[in-house]
Nanobody, 126 residues
C-alpha cells in the first residue's frame, strides 16, 4: 500500500508561482511512474504531468507545457510540481497519483493510477 500526501497549495496572484510536494509513505515510489492531476469545480479531473520512475522522462498536458515542471527525489520518496506563470484557469484541487509497479498504459490516463492523495487546493486570483 502507498499513502500519498500533497502539500504546498494555496492562494496566489496570476503570474505567480507555487511548488506542490507529494510525500509517500508505506512503500517506495522509486519503481513507480508518478502523476499530477487536477479537478476544478464542475469539471472532470484532468491530467497535468507525469514522470517516469527514472526521472528522465516527463509528460505534460498542453495547457501547462512550458509553465509547469514535474520532478522527483527518490531518496526522499517525494514528487514535486513547480508551477510558474499561474493563470486563474489553473485553479483546482491538485492530486498526486502513483501507478502500480507493473502498470502499463498511457501515463495521462487516470485509471492507470492505483494510488491517490487527498488533494491540495490551488487558487489563482486575477
Amino acid at each position: 500500500q502507498v499513502q500519498l500526501v500533497e502539500s504546498g497549495g494555496g492562494l496566489v496572484q496570476a503570474g505567480g508561482s507555487l511548488r506542490l510536494s507529494c510525500a509517500a509513505s508505506g512503500r517506495t515510489l522509486n519503481s513507480r511512474t508518478m502523476g499530477w492531476f487536477r479537478q476544478a469545480p464542475g469539471k472532470e479531473r484532468e491530467f497535468v504531468a507525469a514522470i517516469k520512475r527514472s526521472g528522465d522522462s516527463m509528460l505534460y498536458a498542453d495547457s501547462v507545457k512550458g509553465r509547469f515542471t514535474i520532478s522527483r527525489d527518490n531518496a526522499k520518496n517525494t514528487v514535486y510540481l513547480q508551477m510558474n506563470s499561474l493563470k486563474p484557469e489553473d485553479s483546482a484541487v491538485y492530486y498526486c497519483a502513483a501507478k502500480g509497479i507493473l502498470a502499463s498504459g498511457p501515463d495521462n490516463l487516470q485509471y492507470n493510477y492505483a494510488y491517490w492523495g487527498q488533494g491540495t487546493q490551488v487558487t489563482v486570483s486575477s
